[in-house]
């Protein structure tokens, strides 16, 4: 029989139904039951059709892991177009549940769109059919099942969103898959732990960057050297992985996919989770939240990149880093090299003279809008100045990192540990008074100033007092412990210069990760300014070391 004989007006009921029966599951909603498997409601309705010759299945339409409480959901929609078609006119679900969620929508399909295609509507469980004459009990049951069902959904969205909450600020990682150079604990999938292929390529990643490689030629190694993409990397190891950033059959590393590396804090042991969510369980569109309300844990797994060089990586990308014509590498000091007299960036200058060329720094402001001087510097001349300053950097912090056993002692002047301390002498105070008191107790005891009875009672409650004042004290003691801790991990700004102790040449990443800016004056002065300049300098003062993190270039010198 033909669509159309179902339009208004029309009372013609067919004798064959060609019905298409609909299975949907989602662990969202929380359908873990196995009734609710698609085998489960798959053989309810199939038995369904074998009592019911009048029904004739054509085909099975099957939404796995999709939510109930939207109908934007593909076997869903394929299975409207074959209503639209004229393919089928009977729709099998196993009750109301698995065809959907959302009170508004499933009244909107059940009261009226299916009514006005001529679509039979059967939910086997719940005992509705809309083809039978409907009773005053349908008009309210129908509806309430729904609202039910609907506000079971938006009861389970929640407390998954609590329990996801609470396990990102309890620092489980809660994504589906491992981030690129790490892989989920098997006794444990909400830890990482580290891919040492995967983590040695991510390292190489850091150090090219820290050379002023930049991230589309550091792809192109990789591509190169035959280096699976993440996508590809993650499909060799088993895994069901897919990705919105892949277009192609294989995927290839690229600036963007470096890019995303170099960003991600994961490497330093950290995890920042709970960046996007959904305005609610009925809306799927994700929307960024505010950094504020990210959940960061530090340290909840072994990191593959040290955090200073995750630190220098940061500063670099949001450097200057373009490259000259026919380099792969940016320039030695791009970003770093600043004008003394006005702050602006000094920029490089080729200028010809005769068949050679000689490379300047000048000051951008004066080039551009002459709002400043006009003085420049010999790019090999600050190169010789930057190298003399940092083996003399060097030596000098050097010198200092043999005496810092002797700082441990002013580690604990700090005013942290200070109010800590004098909290540990309240509480060490309040220790001593309790046990007198419970000393006292059994004087009064055999004195006969309390009775036995009563002597219990305060014996028990000042030994729980004594005790619960103990345990605060031991807490206070190891939060001084690791104020002590971190005072001197924060003296590990020596590892770094000692890492390029025999430095003979300048490269890039000697230069990003000891100089935080350099500086030129008009008058040929040049100061450079070191990373951990306020730590050495504070040595410097408790030892009376003298730091100058300037090098004077005269104009004689310079010419």
Same mark, same amino acid.
């Given at each position: ?71 934007? !959901?593909?076997? %869903?929609?394929?299975? /409207?177009?074959?209503?639209? &078609? @004229?393919? #089928? ?5 196993? =009750? ?106 991510? !390292?190489?990643? %850091?150090?090219?960057? /820290?050379?002023?490689?930049? &991230? @589309?030629? #550091? ?5 190169? =050297? ?118 602006? &960036? ?214």
């Amino acid at each position: 029989m033909k669509q159309d004989e179902y339009d208004s007006g029309q009372s013609k009921v067919p004798t064959v139904w060609n019905a298409c029966g609909y299975l949907r599951l989602s662990h969202e909603d929380g359908d873990k039951e196995e009734s609710n498997s698609i085998t489960g409601q798959r053989n309810l309705i199939r038995d369904y059709f074998s009592h019911h010759s009048e029904i004739i299945e054509c085909g099975m339409k099957v939404d796995d892991g999709f939510s109930g409480s939207s109908f934007e !959901r593909p076997a %869903f929609q394929e299975m /409207m177009a074959d209503v639209k &078609a @004229g393919k #089928i006119n009977c729709i099998v679900v196993k =009750d109301l549940s698995r065809f959907g969620r959302n009170y508004l929508d499933a009244g909107e399909y059940i009261e009226r769109i299916f009514p006005f295609l001529g679509v039979r509507f059967i939910a086997v469980n719940d005992n509705y059919d809309s083809l039978r004459s409907r009773t005053e009990s349908d008009e309210l049951v129908i509806p309430f099942k729904n609202l039910i069902n609907e506000a079971y959904c938006r009861d389970i969205s929640v407390k998954i969103r609590s329990q996801l909450e609470v396990k990102r600020r309890r620092g489980d990682f809660t994504g589906a898959f491992a981030v690129y150079g790490y892989v989920k604990d098997p006794n444990n999938k909400n830890h990482l732990l580290v891919d040492e292929f995967a983590a040695d390529v991510v !390292r190489d990643i %850091f150090r090219w960057k /820290m050379k002023g490689i930049s &991230a @589309g030629d #550091i792809a192109d190694r990789l591509n190169r =050297d035959g280096i699976l993409a993440p996508l590809d990397y993650k499909k060799s190891q088993g895994l069901r992985f897919a990705t919105p950033f892949g277009i192609h059959a294989r995927s290839a590393w690229n600036a963007a996919t470096i890019l995303r590396i170099l960003k991600n804090p994961v490497y330093t042991g950290a995890l920042e989770q709970g960046k996007n969510t959904t305005p609610s369980y009925k809306v799927k569109r994700r929307i960024v939240k505010p950094r504020e309300e990210w959940c960061v844990v530090k340290g909840v797994h072994e990191a593959v990149i040290d955090q200073h060089d995750f630190e220098i990586v940061q500063k670099v990308l949001a450097m200057d880093t373009r490259t000259s014509p026919g380099n792969a590498a940016v320039e030695l000091f791009s970003g770093i090299v600043y004008c003394g007299e006005c702050g602006a &960036a000094m920029v490089r200058k080729t200028v010809p003279s005769g068949k050679k060329k000689y490379i300047y720094y000048v000051c951008a402001a004066h080039k551009k809008e002459k709002k400043c001087y006009a003085h420049s510097l010999r790019d090999s001349i600050l190169e010789e100045i930057t190298l003399e300053s940092v083996k003399s950097q060097i030596q000098s912090v050097l010198g200092t990192k043999k005496i810092l056993k002797l700082t441990e002692a002013a580690v604990l002047q700090q005013a942290e540990v200070k109010k800590h301390q004098a909290r540990l002498d309240k509480k060490n105070e309040e220790i001593s008074r309790y046990q007198r008191l419970l000393c006292s107790l059994y004087e009064n005891l055999t004195d006969g100033v309390i009775d036995r009875e009563e002597y219990q009672r305060l014996n028990k409650n000042y030994t729980a007092l004594l005790s619960e004042a103990k345990e605060q004290a031991q807490g206070i003691q190891t939060e001084i412990g690791s104020i002590v801790e971190r005072g001197m991990e924060g003296k590990s700004w020596t590892d770094q210069f000692r890492k390029d102790q025999n430095v003979t040449e300048l490269d890039r990443a000697v230069v990003v990760s000891l100089i935080e800016r350099i500086l030129i004056y008009k008058d040929k002065q040049v100061e450079i300014v070191y990373n951990w300049q306020d730590e050495y300098q504070w040595m410097g003062r408790e030892h009376l070391f003298e730091i100058r993190g300037t090098v004077e270039w005269q104009k004689q010198s310079a010419k």
